[in-house]
């Protein structure tokens, strides 16, 4: 900044600073015809989480709205009470039943960090809706490894190198037969050439190393 006084003549630039808020909260619009209670979860303009006021609209009428989507562990009894909600259930937003529910569905709503009570409460860690559910679909769950070990991601990796070094020899063995029953002299005529080429594509498909040509 300039100061009084500098030597050297300096130009002052004011530089906005874009943060607005900490995004633990957004305004939603509630739609005509709602009845919004303090603390219901909700799915409104695309984020899940907490109403943090009653609001009633009538008809034709509509109304803004504070939704609470900090990511944080919350605690609630708007769930699907036919469910179990054990820890670490992935639980999504039922937009049929305005529920929590442990099926698949398109929103997801975040994990169970406290099992459902006797009073059918859960504890959960809210994944506020806009943000997609791609990364975990990208990772998956290591019950659906395709591989025999699913004990770790690791253990599954070394299971397919395992198989690959078991196919590359079985590869290199293949080849080496193939060689072996596969000649052709350096002055073979044009004839020999195409006989042993034959020869050749038909042992690699012996080898499995080759579709059947069609």
Do not use: H, R
């Given at each position: 900044m300039a100061i009084k006084g500098n030597p050297v003549p300096s130009t002052t630039y004011q530089q906005g600073y874009f943060k607005v808020a900490d995004g633990n909260s957004v305004r939603v619009v509630v739609p005509e015809n709602s009845n919004i209670q303090a603390g219901q979860i909700l799915l409104l303009d695309g984020?899940?989480?907490?109403?943090?006021?009653?609001?009633?609209t009538g008809a034709g009428e509509?109304?803004?709205?504070?939704?609470?989507?900090?990511?944080?562990?919350?605690?609630?009894?708007?769930?699907?009470?036919?469910?179990?909600?054990?820890?670490?259930?992935?639980?999504?937003?039922d937009a049929s039943t305005s529920k929590l529910t442990t099926d698949a569905k398109a929103v997801f709503a975040g994990v169970v960090t406290a099992a459902k009570d006797t009073n059918?409460?859960?504890?959960?860690?809210?994944?506020?809706?806009?943000?997609a559910d791609t990364s975990l679909e990208v990772i998956g769950e290591l019950g659906e490894l395709a591989t025999?070990?699913?004990?770790?991601?690791?253990?599954?990796?070394?299971e397919v190198n395992t198989n690959a070094d078991a196919a590359q020899a079985d590869a290199s063995t293949a080849l080496a037969r193939v060689a072996a029953n596969v000649t052709c002299a350096e002055d073979a005529t044009a004839e020999a050439v195409r006989t042993a080429l034959i020869a050749l594509l038909g042992a690699l498909e012996t080898a499995g190393l080759m579709a059947p040509v069609e």
């Open positions: 984020f899940l989480g907490f109403a943090m006021q009653d609001v009633k509509t109304a803004e709205a504070i939704l609470a989507i900090e990511v944080a562990e919350y605690e609630t009894d708007q769930i699907d009470a036919t469910k179990d909600f054990d820890k670490g259930d992935k639980i999504y937003w059918n409460v859960i504890w959960f860690v809210l994944w506020p809706g806009f943000v025999t070990d699913k004990t770790s991601i690791v253990d599954a990796v070394n």
